[in-house]
């Protein structure tokens, strides 16, 4: 043995190399593989997507230890002469001259070059021709390769600050950190904090991904995203329609606001859920079967009653109950009438029926021949006087009405909102609903969900604890009523379903605005709504003019007139809490000197003159000649005791999905509350066994 070993000192200097001997001729510079990965801002013109896909699959071999150099190590060497590839790890550019090795801890290595004639201690293999450590003392020696094992096996990954490494040789079962979902196979764990683990599949996905499969597909390249902190509203994957979490990765198209989860974008086969999204449905029913199915939305702000009460209109029409002025029916060959103009929000024209509060958008409709504001749909004409077994009142018959007072409104059973035009009223129990309710399908077929039924439920026959409306994300309460789709798990309130046109012209666009149901494609900028001029959130239904790029919240779209700016508060979705409130009655009250008009109230009316609190969102009298300005209910409640009469305030609930606000990421947790340490257990040992 010790003839051997003097036989190999002989051909290896024992003293070991230098830093120096060690040097490249050229100087080398570090490169930063992951740099732009970590900065990378989706949009931004500095990176350009074929070079980060490239970086992301760059290799090349270590001149030093011959082993692969790639984006997973993140820092490398490499020569600053362009004519020269020469290229080292990091680790082995930095290699020590001396190694404390646990395997030896006797003895401290020595850095030396090596042969392969002898065997490494510590892998029983060959040394490879290069560098080794060895103790000359014991004649003990490892080659670079399990010197620097740990390193050679540890990785750099952008969706994590610290290094990772993996610690087992077979696949486990555990959940990855990265997606939220348990997986067998190889894991990854940080060698700083015990919090985070992450599988090796969701560790190797691309950061660019071009989905074009049989099901789902997308005109641009998807960038994963290693949270979703930096989103402003919550958002469902657009594959499987499962709420995307704030801390996982996440494909997303950011200027088309189109998000998926990673196993969504790259398996092979059709999601189970996602048969129930919008143009992936098979159609339940047949057309025969549904002569008169109503589909929506309807193609402009006309109601559903015109297409419930067709005929043909009478030249005059006389109702007491409603007007004791004869009314005259309005068409094209009239001239005698040619002044009157219909609803136009171009214009700024607003023209209601004084039944549904709807506007009139075509002729012919019936005017009162002395009052130019009171005005008829020609099918509102034909309503029934008395319902009988109406399925949401069956006990008492429902008569037509009309409130006495201008200032007061009917609040519908059914839909929750005011109106101050006619309704149905139970004598016996004061029980009301709006005459657009009144007649409301007990079928549809929405757009937004075309191939499946809808069905009406009424709220004492909801079955299901928690729903959602589809177009505003509200929680659908037990008292409402809504539409549902049976075989899917998707809803649709009343108010959403049937208030909604296709499409509206507003003043701030020359185009018609389309009823949306998500966010637009090759829209970079963040969405806000023109009227109000606050955010709006794309994953509820809004209205957008794609030559224009604008937007209007849903229930902002009936508001046209400049009056009307500023009457939403920022807590409504959905519909325009007033839709069926007719405004613009100019009167003489007794509570103040000037003719007051009945108007919505607006931000800039400031606070009530008789109580002091807010008059937005809420029903008010406005002088016409001076600044003042009361809610309605305060003229009823002079009238009638203040502890019998309902307060006319109506408010939406509050439980809205709120846009989410700006924060910083999260602060890293190093390490668990706690971690399982063994402990042994007692045995009782009997040796009185039988």
Known sequence: MTSKMKERNAEVD???????????EHPLTLVDLQLMHRDYIEDDDEYDDNDLITTQNFHCTCNRCGRRIDWYHRYYYKCSMLSCDYSLHKFCEEVPTTLKFQGHPSHTLILERTTNDEKCRACFKNHRDGLGYHCSTCNYGIDLLCATFVEQHTIHHPSHPHPLLSVTVEPILSKCFACGNKHEGHFYHCTTCFNFSINSYCLSLPIKLS??????????????SYSF????????????????????????????MYYVHPDCATQRIEPFMSIFLPGKTKKNFQDDDHPDLLRLPVDDESH??????KGEASEQFRDPFLHSDPFVLIHDKINKYATTSLHDPMKRIKLLCNICSKPITKMPFYKCSTNDDFVLHDWCTRLPDVLRGHSAHPEHPLGFSRLKYTGSTAKCRICGLPCNGSYYRCIEDNYRIDVNCAFMPKEITHEAHAD???????????????????????????SETYFKCNACDFYLDCRCALQLPKTIMHKF???????SYAPIEDHKSQYFCEVCEEELDPGKWFYHCVECAQSVHSACAPLILQSEQGVNSFYLEGVYKFINIKFGSVEKRPFHQHPVSLAPGTENDGLCHECGS????????????????????????SLISAYNAPRLIYRLGENKRVIKQHRPQTSLEFYPNEMKRPETRHWKVDDDIQ
């Open 14 to 24: 024992v003293m070991g190399l230098t830093v120096k001997e060690l040097q490249h």
């Open 211 to 224: 989905l074009q499969t049989q099901h789902f597909s997308h005109r641009h390249l998807l960038t994963l």
């Open 229 to 256: 902190l930096d989103q402003l509203y919550d958002c469902e994957c657009r594959i499987c329609g499962v709420e995307l979490k704030d801390e996982h990765m996440i494909y997303k198209c950011s200027r088309c």
């Open 304 to 309: 559903i009653l015109s297409h419930q009460f």
């Open 452 to 478: 499946h039924l809808l069905t009406r439920i009424e709220s004492s026959r909801s079955g299901v604890s928690k729903k959602e409306c589809h177009a505003c994300r509200v929680s659908i309460g037990e």
């Open 509 to 515: 666009d020359k185009h018609p605005l389309q009823l």
């Open 614 to 637: 807010k008059l937005q969102s809420e029903m008010i009298w406005k002088c016409l000649h001076c600044n003042f300005a009361c809610h309605c209910y305060h003229e009823l409640t």
